[in-house]
């Protein structure tokens, strides 16, 4: 079964912290995304890459980087966690053009207390 | 950005019943495709409809597409009360080399047993 693995369900971070959400796919897609979803706010777009080593920036892309060194794995890094990031992250891939569908993972709910 | 919205934004209905869930979205795409989502998990791709298609059926899930007015339907026939969940659509924008796909604010559907 292909599949989207979120490494945390759920996960609580201090304020100030560097935190790490890692994302692994098994479907050899070329192309990850990171979102986070707030209710009333829908699903926005942080960062997505269309290839190793490459990133492009999302639509809300402020305190936040990516990492993708090998094709089946993209990393969210909240470089020093705030508050207003506690959210709900979800990581989805795709094939390239056309786009048919991605396929998201569980999410991670991350608290920043 | 976002280009789909859903309507209704909430929709409760008594489990046998049909449930239609409407998209409007802004420009041209290549593919329109409906999500679900379970409470607190990822988002689950359903169905996929093309630009030249109008009407797509799977299982208890009829899609229909009307480009001329930039909507879709989603509907649900017999519903069940496992079908309560939150449901998105997504564009795949007819806008060259774009791979990302435009979701919706989302809706949510109760289905009550």
């Known amino acids: 079964d292909v599949k989207v693995t979120q490494s945390s369900r759920y996960l609580v971070k201090r304020t100030g912290e560097k935190v790490f959400l890692e994302c692994v796919q098994d479907m050899d897609h070329e192309n990850m995304f990171w979102y986070r979803q707030d209710p009333g706010l829908g699903l926005r777009l942080i960062y997505f890459?269309?290839?190793?080593?490459?990133?492009e920036k999302g639509d809300i892309p402020e305190g936040y980087s990516v990492s993708r060194e090998k094709k089946e794995r993209f990393s969210l890094i909240l470089e020093s966690a705030s508050t207003n990031q506690t959210s709900m992250y979800l990581c989805?891939?795709?094939?390239?053009?056309?786009?048919?569908?991605?396929?998201f993972g569980s999410g991670t709910r991350l608290t920043v207390v | 950005s976002q280009q789909g919205e859903e309507d209704p934004q909430a929709l409760s209905i008594q489990e046998g019943e049909n449930a239609t869930m409407n998209c409007s979205y802004k420009t041209s795409i290549n593919n329109l495709q409906w999500y679900r989502q379970n409470s607190g998990r990822g988002l689950v791709h359903l169905i996929l409809i093309r630009s030249n298609e109008r009407e797509k059926h799977s299982g208890r899930l009829r899609v229909t597409l009307d480009t001329s007015k930039k909507s879709s339907s989603l509907l649900i026939t017999a519903s069940r009360a496992a079908d309560t969940a939150s449901y998105f659509c997504a564009t795949d924008p007819d806008q060259g080399g774009s791979e990302k796909l435009v979701f919706g604010k989302g809706m949510k559907l109760t289905v009550n047993p």
């Open positions: 989805a891939s795709s094939f390239g053009a056309p786009n048919y569908g991605y396929t």
């Open positions: 890459s269309y290839d190793v080593k490459m990133k």
